[in-house]
């Protein structure tokens, strides 16, 4: 490897690896980093295209910085979002410390108690570890947390972009806060992600005080070339069609063919979907004496298969072997399964982001080109079929998302704060490390100092006072706060190291065997589909909260739930744009051209990109909003407060009133808007934090006011439909 700066600066252990690993040169993203994370201070993010070497950027920085003082303490911290992650990333990591002095640690749920127990009594150099596992480190090991990171200096937060906008990053940020109150002087964050919508928002994750002086590396994106098509599928006789919510076999005739002979990846938005297409391609290929095997990858399937699913795709992109898995966002982040030829979609993408993580998957290697496919299934449409459905949104709303996508825009994370939820559950966890803390401290802690500055002394003693009636605290006469007896069990609940909403569901069990979850509990005598496979339910054991399944040959839905993510406001105009322009994409086959065209000239027909009323019949009417999800569920919601039904469609807000009857009631509210409270109460159902109902009503109502209410949005789209009943002209996009 020809010397240069930066090389020059790494331990001579590290460079003696890299040597063994036969590198010839270091990459523009890691020279960058090496550099400053050697010669400078600060934190830092590393965005930069998957594959980009964003790992070894910060670890062999990282590495010479510690190597000459591994022991005494954990030096190094690595956070990742997934288990799997941090199992390949362990591997990575322990390779780059072969020629060094460098224990390397990981802890998650499928870690034994040996090597866990070994880091407790000896601490030192690396840690990989989940957020949930960090939590239960300060629940279940508070005595040890001093020596495990008293002398901590670095944390690796991978997938940043994960951990931005929802109560899992919130978590994550206020145990990172903890950690730092622990060391002995403060740890430099190093943050990765090929997925940044808005880059002051990570900084401001890593440094809320300071986030101009968050140092930024930027890798560049994506060099090599992309193969984009969209196929669309239109049910030639829904009338008689069996289960209008069954796969398309014209779609899965095209995905047997499109992944023939090779490795792929196909995502689908809900892990019904998963288990359907992978059912139905599997048969069909065995039919036709086909060598090609389907896989299947999601959360709801046991760690084991999930791991051996992992394994094979990594083998066959070896062996040349023709693997395809149909997985949910599970292997969207970074677990290393070899090389994969083409990405799949089933159904239109749910954000921009989502898009461009799993496209990220295929063409890792410079001399292959990206390779994307995306299989859209709409109804058949005839005259008597509803308004919205002649606009083929789903289609729609593909091609918006791959014009940003194009165009290099992606979601920006929009932090909503004010989460009492998380902040319940860190009150306990503090409660629970301590064994007892006053009041200031744990408000100082959290939130003077902590993540949650948004919550005031104010709203914080009236969130203790809710807790100590709900028994989940206690406050001692000396002040000190305790768990209650609600707070001990909640404490206790297998649930608890986790901040988010999940589900316990029912365990599959064949054969002394753990196949998966399901969330619901089918009856005895019903069949369902699960890791690919089809299998009758033999028993069912409410209380245990398990299922017994023997093999079957037919098979209903396994009983999944989940919903989409909202749409940004951005996509939603985008959309608009899509409709009143006249380009065919030439990514389109002929189906999804034809569908196209169809929209636009029923669009065209209605006026709809220029109206803002268009009527549905003689009592409903189209209110043309094209907003994002937050500003049109208030706009719902303060129709709803008036008394007057209304639907979200998306790019509209159907009210039960005629065209004359709907301007007549916005005028109204614009006259006076709605009463808030009355509002907010429409919108209850959107609330959905784990430990919302801890919480009183008045504190239950302003959470959900500061993180889904927003009056100002949605009077100024009222405005612009009273003034020029139409919103203002949708931008071009970049």
């Known amino acids: 490897m020809p010397a240069d700066n930066a090389f020059d600066l790494l331990h001579r252990g590290v460079q003696r690896q890299l040597w063994a ?28 295209a998957t594959a980009a070497g964003k790992t070894e950027a910060a670890f062999l920085p990282i590495l010479s910085a510690i190597a000459d003082q591994p022991s005494g303490s954990v030096r190094a911290m690595y956070v990742g979002p997934l288990k799997a992650l941090i199992n390949d990333q362990f591997a990575r990591v322990e390779e780059l410390c072969a020629h060094l002095d460098m224990p390397v640690h990981r802890w998650h749920g499928d870690v034994s108690a040996g090597p866990k127990s070994k880091l407790v009594a000896d601490p030192a150099g690396i840690l990989l570890i989940t957020p949930e596992s960090l939590e239960s480190l300060f629940i279940n090991r508070s005595g040890a947390l001093p020596s495990l990171f008293g002398g901590l200096r670095f944390i690796v937060i991978d997938e940043l972009h994960s951990f931005l906008d929802n109560e899992r990053g919130r978590h994550l940020r206020s145990l990172l806060h903890r950690v730092a ?32 002086a968050v140092g930024w590396i930027d890798g560049g994106g994506d060099g090599t070339d992309l193969k984009l098509r969209v196929h669309a599928y239109v049910d030639s006789d829904p009338v008689n069609h069996d289960n209008a919510d069954a796969p398309h076999p014209d779609l899965a005739d ?22 359907e297409y992978a059912d139905l391609c599997d048969r069909l290929a065995r039919d036709r004496h086909l060598p090609d095997a389907f896989l299947v990858h999601h959360g709801s399937l046991s760690a084991d298969t999930r791991r051996e699913t992992e394994r ?16 949910s966002s599970t292997l969207e982040m970074g677990i290393d399964i070899g090389a994969v030829r083409m990405v799949g979609q089933i159904g239109a993408p749910d954000t921009v982001a989502s898009l461009k993580q799993r496209l990220g998957r295929s063409g890792r290697r410079a001399d292959i080109a990206r390779v994307l496919r995306i299989y859209l299934d709409p109804k058949q449409i005839d005259g008597r079929s509803m308004f919205f459905a002649r606009l083929h949104l789903r289609l729609i709303q593909t091609i918006a998302m791959i014009r940003l996508l194009l165009s290099g825009w992606i979601e920006p994370p929009e932090p909503t704060g004010f989460d009492l939820s998380t902040l319940t559950q860190q009150i306990i966890s503090l409660i629970a490390e301590t064994g007892g803390v006053k009041a200031d401290t744990a408000f100082d802690a959290l939130c003077r100092s902590g993540v949650f500055r948004d919550v005031d002394a104010t709203v914080f003693t009236k969130l203790l006072r809710q807790l100590d009636d709900g028994d989940v605290i206690d406050q001692m006469e000396g002040g000190d706060l305790i768990l209650g007896l609600a707070g001990e069990k909640i404490r206790k609940g297998k649930s608890f190291y986790a901040a988010f909403m999940g589900t316990d569901g029912f365990a599959v069990i064949h054969a002394g065997h753990r196949i998966g979850s399901v969330d619901d509990a089918p009856r005895v005598g019903d069949s369902i589909r699960l890791s690919a496979r089809r299998w009758l339910v033999r028993d069912v054991d409410p209380l245990r909260r398990v299922i017994y399944v023997v093999p079957a040959s037919g098979a209903k839905k396994a009983p999944f739930h989940g919903v989409g ?41 209605a006026d709809l990109c220029r109206q803002g009323f268009i009527a549905l019949d003689a009592r409903s009417t189209a209110v043309m909003t094209w907003t994002g999800k937050r500003t049109s569920s208030t706009l719902a919601a303060m129709f709803e407060a008036l008394g007057v039904g209304s639907l979200d469609k998306t790019i509209a807000v159907v009210l039960e009133r005629s065209i004359p009857e709907a301007k007549a009631l916005i005028d109204r509210i614009l006259a006076g808007a709605p009463d808030e409270t009355a509002v907010l109460e429409k919108l209850v159902g959107l609330a959905g934090a784990k430990y919302d109902a801890l919480l009183s009503p008045e504190l239950r109502l302003e959470s959900l006011r500061r993180r889904w209410l927003d009056m100002d949005s949605a009077l100024a789209v009222l405005r612009e439909l009273s003034t020029d009943q139409t919103p203002p002209s949708p931008p071009r996009t970049p």
């Open 21 to 48: 690993m036969a590198w010839t040169e270091l990459r523009p993203l890691q020279t960058d980093a090496i550099r400053r994370i050697l010669c400078g201070d600060g934190h830092l993010v590393l965005a930069a």
């Open 181 to 212: 109150r622990i060391a002995t002087q403060p740890p430099r964050l190093i943050g990765l992600s090929a997925t940044l919508g808005d880059p002051l928002v990570a900084k401001a994750y890593l440094d809320p005080d300071r986030p101009d």
């Open 254 to 275: 095209d995905l047997i063919e499109h992944c023939r002979g090779q490795v792929n990846l196909v995502f689908a938005n809900s892990r019904n979907d998963v288990e």
């Open 312 to 327: 094979t795709m990594k083998d066959a992109s070896r062996t040349h072997d023709a693997v395809t898995t149909f997985c």
């Open 565 to 605: 993510a909202p749409l940004h406001p951005r996509i939603v105009r985008e959309m608009r744009t899509v409709l009143a322009s006249d380009d065919k994409p030439a990514y389109l086959d002929t189906k999804a051209v034809e569908l196209l065209s169809a929209a636009r000239r029923f669009a065209a027909s």
